[in-house]
């Protein structure tokens, strides 16, 4: 009887290894095949993402080497480096915010007590900027000109604004 029982539970024993042995075995082909699918979704998230961000790009200074070449020009007197540039002129457009009317670059007068000021800008390549403003109620977007002076200043000039219905 002794020996009947050392017996089952050795087969038992071997029978519990075979099958721990195949379950581990079996899980970690699933879990490398699990990592591999994400992996892959991943990446092509990653592309997708970086793809969107290059298309959304496409008109900015950035990345736009004709209008980079434009402020560094054989034939002007200053080199003006486009990195430095765009938070000059976005600092200086939003410095207009603070003229108790309001932006006078949003190209709207103040229409209620509110007054209108830019939210955020974009400067699209060495001549046009896109902004958005608001009142806190109403809000639009405006099409801007601006220009460096000879004497680093800058100018600005609204070529279109657009109010935003309610």
Do not use: C
């Not at 029982?5 to 699990?34: C, D, G, H, P």
């Not at 961000?53 to 480096?81: G, H, M, P, R, V």
């Not at 229409?111 to 800008?121: G, H, L, R």
Request: zero cysteines; proline letters at 2%; charged letters at 20%.
């Amino acid at each position: 009887m002794k020996q009947s029982f050392l017996l089952y539970l050795t087969i038992l024993a071997v029978l519990s290894s075979i099958f721990t042995y195949m379950f581990l075995s079996k899980q970690v082909a699933f879990e490398q095949n699990r990592y591999e699918k994400t992996t892959k979704k991943l990446r092509d998230s990653l592309l997708l993402v970086s793809n969107q961000l290059a298309d959304a790009n496409y008109f900015s200074l950035e990345k736009n080497e004709n209008a980079q070449n434009y402020f560094d020009s054989a034939s002007s007197q200053k080199t003006i480096q486009f990195e430095k540039l765009i938070p000059f002129v976005t600092e200086k457009l939003l410095d207009f915010n603070s003229n108790p009317k309001g932006n006078p670059y949003t190209g709207q007068d103040q229409i209620w007590a509110n007054k209108f000021i830019i939210n955020k800008v974009k400067i699209l390549n060495h001549r046009w900027i896109i902004a958005d403003y608001s009142d806190g109620e109403i809000w639009g977007e405006v099409l801007l000109k601006y220009f460096v002076n000879p004497d680093e200043s800058i100018s600005f000039e609204v070529n279109q604004s657009l109010l935003h219905q309610k």
